[in-house]
């Protein structure tokens, strides 16, 4: 036994969860035995609580077994190879879906009470249940918050079995779990007090979060999601596909150079720029390359080519209504931090900074005594071989510069709270250098 009840549980769970603190998180229980866990770890963190809600699909002769679950807005995550071994029928499995969808809906009514579910867009969402088990339940759980525009997901529960996060794939960019022991045979063995949560504990709960004080519903309202668009730009002979995201009142557009092949919808520079977007600070996440061109590995280490992407896409940019009169700053990934600082070195570039995390300076060769952009080198500790290239680079720029070591972070960032401290270095060092352009008259 590890907890006395859900509410120890949380307490437990939220003392691993500190470096959230700072990051306007938003806190999702699973209804309903998370929901006392989540009210916790919210009240800690002081963050908005709401509900996800799930339901597990029981097999019919043993409903405490998950064969899957269903969620909000049409999620569905099916475990085949439970359904295989209870020998469920599609009959069955149809007929306890439809009971559940039932049931998840008269919930829905009865916890928010006609209140719109909290904006999830551009944030990180922490999702949180009593225990994971099968983790049918916990998966669908992220993919609802997926759908429903999160930047970052991560998944915190006090207990699962040892090979927990194995059975959750790629739905979570991050897990954090307490305790997961060999001997795993079902949650409520490690609590003291496992009784059934009722609905008037969850809408308890919801209000309870709702009550706290007005400086945390304030926080929610002051991050309102900004306006965005899908784009097309043209550069050369083809077209890249871009999110343009800037907040009223910018005071400059942060173009994001995805290396290694990686694309507009990295996960890691989708929060970063989610956390530029709440600064006040617009973004374009846009692919350096055609899907086509993707293929050939070649290209993601053909440095020029990437910097004539963005250089053209700069361009573009600065003909756009919403970037008329701001600042441009470039943050570079990997391979994408070359093109940054290659693209930054031309004659007129005109960059107000440069930011390159976990990047490759290096591949800009002798170009890097021409950027004349304020440059910060955002590197993990544990990054050994990037770290040395770094360091190489940076004797290289002449212009103002500098090397931040996030300790304990390796390459990716994937640590708990690195990229956080990714976020809030890169934050300070494009609002520090970045001075909104006056407009003139005629």
């Given at each position: 036994?590890?907890?006395?009840?859900?509410?120890?549980?949380?307490?437990?769970?939220?003392?691993?969860?500190?470096?959230?603190?700072?990051?306007?998180?938003?806190?999702?229980?699973?209804?309903?035995?998370?929901?006392?866990?989540?009210?916790?770890?919210?009240?800690?963190?002081?963050?908005?609580?709401?509900?996800?809600?799930?339901?597990?699909?029981?097999?019919?002769?043993?409903?405490?077994?998950?064969?899957?679950?269903?969620?909000?807005?049409?999620?569905?995550?099916?475990?085949?190879?439970?359904?295989?071994?209870?020998?469920?029928?599609?009959?069955?499995?149809?007929?306890?879906?439809?009971?559940?969808?039932?049931?998840?809906?008269?919930?829905?009514?009865?916890?928010?009470?006609?209140?719109?579910?909290?904006?999830?867009?551009?944030?990180?969402?922490?999702?949180?249940?009593?225990?994971?088990?099968?983790?049918?339940?916990?998966?669908?759980?992220?993919?609802?918050?997926?759908?429903?525009?999160?930047?970052?997901?991560?998944?915190?529960?006090?207990?699962?079995?040892?090979?927990?996060?194995?059975?959750?794939?790629?739905?979570?960019?991050?897990?954090?779990?307490?305790?997961?022991?060999?001997?795993?045979?079902?949650?409520?063995?490690?609590?003291?007090?496992?009784?059934?949560?009722?609905?008037?504990?969850?809408?308890?709960?919801?209000?309870?979060?709702?009550?706290?004080?007005?400086?945390?519903?304030?926080?929610?309202?002051?991050?309102?999601?900004?306006?965005?668009?899908?784009?097309?730009?043209?550069?050369?002979a083809v077209v890249l596909r871009?999110?343009?995201?800037?907040?009223?009142?910018?005071?400059?557009?942060?173009?994001?150079?995805h290396g290694s092949g990686s694309?507009?919808?990295?996960?890691?520079?989708?929060?970063?720029?989610?956390?530029?977007?709440?600064?006040?600070?617009?973004?374009?996440?846009?692919?350096?390359?055609?899907?086509?061109?993707?293929?050939?590995?070649?290209?993601?280490?053909?440095?020029?080519?990437?910097?004539?992407?963005?250089?053209?896409?700069?361009?573009?940019?600065?003909?756009?209504?919403?970037?008329?009169?701001?600042?441009?700053?470039?943050?570079?990934?990997?391979?994408?931090?070359?093109?940054?600082?290659?693209?930054?070195?031309?004659?007129?570039?005109?960059?107000?900074?440069?930011?390159?995390?976990?990047?490759?300076?290096?591949?800009?060769?002798?170009?890097?005594?021409?950027?004349?952009?304020?440059?910060?080198?955002?590197?993990?500790?544990?990054?050994?071989?990037?770290?040395?290239?770094?360091?190489?680079?940076?004797?290289?720029?002449?212009?103002?510069?500098?090397?931040?070591?996030?300790?304990?972070?390796?390459?990716?960032?994937?640590?708990?709270?690195?990229?956080?401290?990714?976020?809030?270095?890169?934050?300070?060092?494009?609002?520090?250098?970045?001075?909104?352009?006056?407009?003139?008259?005629?």
């Amino acid at each position: 036994m590890f907890f006395l009840d859900r509410r120890d549980a949380g307490r437990q769970l939220a003392a691993r969860l500190g470096h959230l603190k700072e990051s306007e998180v938003v806190v999702l229980g699973l209804p309903r035995g998370g929901v006392p866990v989540a009210a916790e770890v919210a009240g800690a963190l002081g963050a908005p609580l709401d509900v996800c809600l799930v339901r597990k699909l029981g097999v019919p002769s043993q409903p405490e077994l998950g064969m899957g679950a269903i969620g909000e807005g049409g999620v569905r995550v099916i475990n085949d190879d439970v359904v295989r071994m209870a020998r469920v029928t599609p009959e069955e499995l149809a007929e306890v879906e439809a009971r559940e969808r039932e049931v998840m809906d008269t919930r829905a009514r009865r916890y928010r009470a006609g209140r719109e579910p909290v904006g999830l867009r551009g944030r990180t969402v922490l999702v949180v249940d009593d225990g994971m088990a099968t983790g049918s339940t916990a998966r669908a759980a992220c993919r609802i918050a997926r759908a429903r525009g999160a930047a970052r997901i991560v998944l915190a529960v006090p207990v699962a079995p040892a090979d927990w996060t194995a059975r959750l794939g790629e739905d979570a960019d991050d897990m954090v779990c307490p305790y997961t022991p060999r001997d795993f045979f079902a949650i409520g063995e490690f609590y003291a007090d496992f009784s059934q949560t009722g609905d008037d504990e969850v809408v308890a709960c919801l209000e309870e979060a709702l009550a706290r004080p007005e400086s945390t519903r304030r926080t929610e309202r002051r991050h309102a999601v900004p306006a965005d668009r899908e784009v097309s730009v043209r550069a050369g002979a083809v077209v890249l596909r871009g999110r343009l995201t800037v907040p009223e009142g910018a005071a400059g557009v942060v173009l994001f150079a995805h290396g290694s092949g990686s694309s507009r919808h990295s996960t890691r520079n989708r929060f970063v720029a989610a956390g530029l977007n709440r600064a006040g600070l617009g973004t374009l996440l846009f692919d350096l390359l055609t899907e086509a061109e993707e293929t050939d590995r070649a290209n993601v280490f053909d440095t020029g080519l990437l910097a004539r992407r963005l250089a053209d896409t700069t361009d573009w940019l600065r003909g756009q209504p919403e970037a008329e009169g701001l600042e441009v700053g470039y943050f570079g990934a990997s391979t994408g931090a070359a093109a940054a600082l290659w693209a930054a070195a031309e004659p007129g570039a005109r960059i107000a900074a440069v930011v390159s995390r976990g990047g490759r300076p290096d591949l800009a060769g002798p170009r890097l005594p021409a950027v004349s952009a304020p440059t910060l080198l955002i590197v993990g500790g544990h990054d050994q071989l990037v770290l040395g290239l770094n360091r190489d680079a940076q004797a290289r720029l002449r212009c103002e510069n500098r090397l931040t070591v996030v300790p304990g972070a390796t390459h990716l960032f994937e640590e708990p709270g690195a990229l956080e401290q990714v976020t809030e270095l890169a934050r300070h060092w494009f609002t520090g250098h970045m001075v909104p352009v006056p407009h003139t008259t005629t």
